[in-house]
């Protein structure tokens, strides 16, 4: 006895498993299995009719067995659409269940959905609620930063200003300093130049024209006491031809005597104030210092120092003057 191949077993599909599990009414097989018998009843009925009468020859037999198969036949048929009504009534019922569980599977399915949709609504409306709240926090850092970077850059820009400003009063400083360095050596060379200038002794190595310098001085010197005691002479003989004589003040004559009197003390006191200078010019010329003027402490040229005795400014600092 040869073994036939064993059938694959059918995987349910996705969907069967869905009805399945959705459809909790299950079907009533026993009123089909009814019919089923009572069919197979009837052709067996049928078929031992058919067989009696064939072997039955007179024709009432036959008659009979007609009438009886007629009516087993009838009663098949019968039999027949009573299971197909059953069996239309079952795919009705399955239809209505399988209606009925496809729209509670529809239903929870768009229930789950709307489910679905309410979570992801709810996680998007969080997220969006987490985003805003971070792109707040965010904004409030930047600006914070940004707020303290305007800070620290005018931190930074008043401090560079403060450092810039000592930076140019140091500069300034050191310019002043520098500048009054210069100023203090250039007055140090003046004073020193001047005081080369001070002491310095024109003619000193020409003695010979010093010498000459000291007789004419001499000479002006005698010469002018002895204009001296001219003037003096005059000036006390008005006094006594004034005291012996009555003048008329009328006429104004005692007013004259008295103008030339005085003219005559001034030109005495000049004349002493020219011996005086004299005398200082003398001394220079001892030390070598004479012909140096008291202003500008250059040499005087010689043919002022010959002309004017005594002289002790140039001609540009007695022009000045």
Do not use: W
């Amino acid at each position: 006895m040869s073994s036939s191949p064993a059938k694959a077993k059918k995987v349910p599909t996705k969907k069967a498993v869905a009805k399945k599990a959705v459809s909790k009414a299950p079907v009533k097989k026993a009123p089909a299995k009814k019919a089923v018998a009572k069919k197979t009843a009837a052709k067996k009925a049928v078929k031992k009719a058919s067989s009696s009468a064939k072997k039955n020859s007179p024709s009432v037999t036959q008659k009979a067995a007609a009438q009886k198969a007629a009516a087993l036949k009838a009663a098949a048929a019968k039999a027949k659409a009573q299971a197909a009504a059953r069996a239309l009534k079952e795919r009705e019922a399955k239809a209505k269940a399988a209606a009925k569980a496809k729209a509670a599977a529809a239903k929870a399915k768009a229930q789950a959905a709307a489910r679905a949709l309410k979570e992801r609504e709810a996680k998007a409306k969080a997220a969006a609620k987490e985003h805003e709240v971070q792109r707040r926090a965010r904004e409030k850092a930047a600006a914070e930063a940004k707020r303290q970077r305007e800070i620290d850059a005018k931190r930074k820009a008043i401090e560079a200003e403060k450092l810039r400003k000592q930076r140019e009063i140091e500069r300034r400083n050191h310019e002043e300093l520098k500048r009054q360095e210069r100023r203090e050596a250039e007055e140090r060379r003046r004073l020193e130049a001047l005081e080369r200038k001070m002491h310095s002794k024109p003619y000193g190595d020409d003695r010979a024209f010093l010498e000459e310098l000291r007789v004419m001085l001499l000479e002006t010197r005698d010469a002018t006491n002895a204009q001296i005691a001219i003037s003096e002479s005059e000036a006390n003989e008005m006094l006594v031809d004034r005291e012996r004589l009555e003048y008329d003040d009328e006429d104004g004559s005692s007013v004259a005597s008295d103008i030339q009197r005085d003219q005559l003390k001034d030109f005495v006191a000049a004349l002493r104030t020219k011996v005086d200078e004299i005398d200082v010019a003398l001394a220079r010329i001892d030390d070598g210092s004479y012909g140096r003027c008291d202003e500008c402490y250059e040499p005087i040229s010689k043919p002022r120092l010959l002309a004017q005795l005594p002289v002790f400014t140039c001609v540009s600092c007695r022009a000045s003057v």
